[in-house]
């Protein structure tokens, strides 16, 4: 497979990685593509540290929507002005690989090498974690997106590139209560009996 349609089922489809549970034994579990983890920091506020105590986030990340107007721009700038028409119908994973593979080929190479770059440096180290939240005791947050009901684990572990260096926290979608920092963290994870350790050996990992 060449580089563009490397880069491309980057964008739009599931890679899976390996996790070692508490037992040893080993799983293949679904990770978000590209296009998810974009949409994903448009939908939370999680890069956005602090925050009043209670107090709601605001789920929006300025620079997920900047990368996405980026793309949808560039897209339409240097297609065809024959494709342009088809491609404003389609979702972003179509439009992009639609225009990919009907521009010049290294054009499409450094554009997607670029956005991959700047999706992942968005949050890249987001992870949810299975459990009931140890401060309102749901599970599940459920999010409506154009339409559909998508269920997610209500806790994420963060990781947030501050200044004075990385942060790590978790933070419950539906209550919004916030753990900040390892020990915390570990305190959060010793609670549950679920794939906690596995996503902070990934923080750590990380860190
Ligand atoms: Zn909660």
Redesign the pocket.
Known sequence: MNELQELLDEFTTNPLTTITRDNGVSEQVPTMSLLERLEDAKTRGLKSSGGTAGGAKIPVNASAYDIEADMIRTIHTTASVHDRYTLASLPLGERLRYWALRVDESLAVAWCRYWKGVILSLDASDMYIRGA?P??G?TEYIEARDGEMIRKD?LVATVTQLNEGTHVGVV?L??A?EWNGLDEVMKVAGSLSTNADCVLECLVVGD
Do not use: F
């Open positions: 939240c401060h309102c749901d209500a419950c539906v209550c209560h």
